[in-house]
């Protein structure tokens, strides 16, 4: 699927899977009010938390969803107020939710068509001479029929048990 | 080719870069760019995200059977390194793997060693060098070479690469700089862009019989 294509088929359905993605981050979250606050590597933005009912994301027109691939993070300060029981903190390091998200291609879905999985590992900051290990897990999902695939990372020893 | 790998979706200084390899090449290496939220997606354990900031990788691809003759050629830092001896004379190896990475660490001294190069670096190895013994040739023993990416330490964290080679093709290769976070995942990434870039290529018997 080309890149422009991706733009003409990310609809609204497609956008309610994304969400679907934020609100599995915690079983609390649907609690939370506010904005969506997120960073990506074109700025900040903060998204209402109803954006899927208004086309938000269109109405934004953001560079990165241009393209099949857009990858996000929740700052912590903001996952900690969403998520209860969340660390923001750990081994002097802010543990942020990172969120990929795929708009799959028939390459792809044949890869990921069902997927439903968690992994979690020994990371390590990078902090020469040193290395800082962290505790890292890794979930993705396949949500049919819009074809769209969410990754979250959750990072730190005590949000592996957050999904 | 996917358009997103093209150069118009890179960094301004990595367009910058792409201008000086135009002007040298000789049209067997290009250089694109794989965003950050590709190399999650497609990876299992990559971390698009490190102190802050966004990952993405840019992977300079060599072609052609001179590129070939060129890999098979010793590598003069590495055997340097190996014999001790050069600007590697006073090298430091760390007795111990670095326990999160799994590499030992050899370390120039002074660190600023490197010919032309003002930043410090120091190299990554699985298996610790013996200059009392031959340079292993096959395969070569090759270590990692990894750098300050900016040179200058942001909040006391070092922001680090580290450049790998790697064949994914009978006459095609590819070099990588990582984040020395990923550096686990290496083969995977190499294994996702090997089976990413054949795909694109176009099989010449079929071409020329259109």
Excluded at chain 2, 12 to 20: D, H, V
Excluded at chain 2, 56 to 63: K, P, Y
């Amino acid at each position: 699927m080309s890149a422009k294509k991706w733009v003409l088929t990310f609809n609204k359905s497609n956008l309610r899977i994304v969400l679907v993605g934020f609100l599995l981050i915690s079983g609390v979250q649907a609690e939370t009010r506010g904005p969506i606050k997120i960073i990506t590597q074109d700025g900040r933005y903060s998204y209402p938390r109803e954006f899927v009912a208004i086309d938000e994301w269109e109405t934004l027109k953001v560079p990165p969803l241009k393209t099949n691939y857009f990858v996000f993070r929740l700052p912590a300060a903001y996952a900690k107020n969403a998520i209860n029981g969340f660390t923001a903190l750990e081994n002097y390091f802010k543990q942020d939710v990172i969120v990929t998200v795929e708009v799959l291609s028939k390459k792809r879905l044949a890869e990921l068509d069902g997927i439903d999985s968690q992994k979690c590992y020994q990371g390590n900051y990078d902090t020469y001479p040193q290395s800082v290990p962290y505790k890292r897990c890794e979930y993705r999902k396949h949500f049919s029929p819009e074809e769209v695939a969410v990754k979250y990372q959750l990072n730190g020893e005590n949000n592996q048990y957050f999904r | 080719m996917p358009y997103e790998h093209t150069m118009s979706s890179l960094p301004i200084g990595l367009e910058r870069l792409i201008y000086k390899l135009n002007a040298l090449s000789d049209e067997t290496e290009i250089l694109l760019y794989f965003s950050a939220a590709w190399m999650s997606a497609h990876i299992d354990g990559y971390q698009p995200v490190l102190n802050n900031g966004f990952e993405g990788d840019a992977v300079l691809i060599h072609v052609g059977e001179q590129v070939k003759k060129d890999y098979a050629r010793p590598h003069s830092v590495s055997i340097d390194l190996w014999y001790k001896r050069g600007v590697y004379e006073n090298r430091v190896i760390m007795d111990q793997k670095e326990p999160y990475t799994g590499f030992y660490i050899i370390q120039p001294i002074p660190y600023q060693s490197r010919p032309d190069h003002d930043g410090e670096h120091w190299f990554l190895s699985e298996t610790l060098p013996d200059e009392s013994k031959p340079y292993p040739q096959t395969p070569p023993w090759l270590p990692y070479t990894c750098y300050r990416s900016n040179g200058i330490i942001e909040n006391a964290k070092v922001i680090t690469k580290c450049h790998i080679d790697a064949q994914i093709a009978e006459d095609i290769f590819i070099a990588v700089d990582f984040r020395s976070e990923n550096l686990r995942v290496r083969e995977e990434v190499f294994a996702v862009l090997a089976k990413e870039i054949n795909s694109w290529i176009i099989d010449k018997d079929a071409r020329n019989e259109r």
